[in-house]
């Protein structure tokens, strides 16, 4: 999975000669990241950077990196309250984007990039994918604001237990977010 991410990220650095005719950016972005179905933590921030290279006039390629702070949360077991630390996620990867150029463009994306879960002390290194819709605005050619909505689902590893001599895996499992954020970018060169 590392290989996949490094080669995607590579070829985006590579392909600056080809970048030159389409456009390559950089941004940054905030927002609210909110668990789904999982009720074992608290909505929290995200924030990060982003460097879409457009590669072909439809296809933009944009290596990402985000950093997310979740709350805690309050949770009843039988007639006993406790709160459970939220954990903080860092991410990096790469988005595949099919975007329009012009003033207002509606684009879908998807990507794929490696996440570190940590809380109380430990830390678990993830698989994260991500799908959703997003809406940019160019106000000058350069200047671009951006509001996207995704699903984010990180691949957690098998956890396994042993029993003497018996080890016992619980599979993997995903943590799933939708996450809202509003973002600005810059066009460095080439086209908008």
């Not at 949360?73 to 150029?101: C, H, M, P, W």
């Not at 012009?102 to 698989?127: D, E, R």
Request: proline residues 5%; charged residues 10%; hydrophobic residues 40%.
């Amino acid at each position: 999975m590392r290989r996949l991410i490094a080669l995607v990220l590579a070829c985006a650095c590579v392909s600056v000669a080809p970048a030159r005719s389409g456009g390559i950016a950089l941004g940054a972005f905030g927002g609210m990241s909110y668990p789904v179905i999982q009720n074992d933590t608290g909505n929290g921030t995200l924030y990060g950077v982003r460097a879409p290279v457009s590669v072909v006039p439809l296809l933009t390629v944009e290596p990402y990196w985000a950093s997310s702070r979740l709350g805690d949360k309050q949770l009843t077991l039988g007639s006993v309250s406790y709160t459970r630390s939220g954990f903080d996620e860092t991410a990096y990867g790469a988005n595949v984007i099919l975007a329009t150029g012009g003033p207002l463009s509606f684009y879908p994306f998807a990507g794929i990039g490696q996440a570190t879960l940590k809380s109380g002390g430990a830390s678990q290194a993830c698989t994260t994918y991500d799908v959703g819709f997003g809406l940019g605005v160019h106000v000058i050619p350069m200047l671009a604001f951006h509001v996207r909505g995704e699903l984010q689902a990180v691949a957690v590893k098998p956890a396994t237990r042993k029993f003497g001599s018996v080890t016992i895996s619980d599979g993997q499992t995903t943590r799933k977010f939708a996450c809202v954020t509003a973002g600005v970018s810059y066009s460095l060169f080439g086209l908008p």
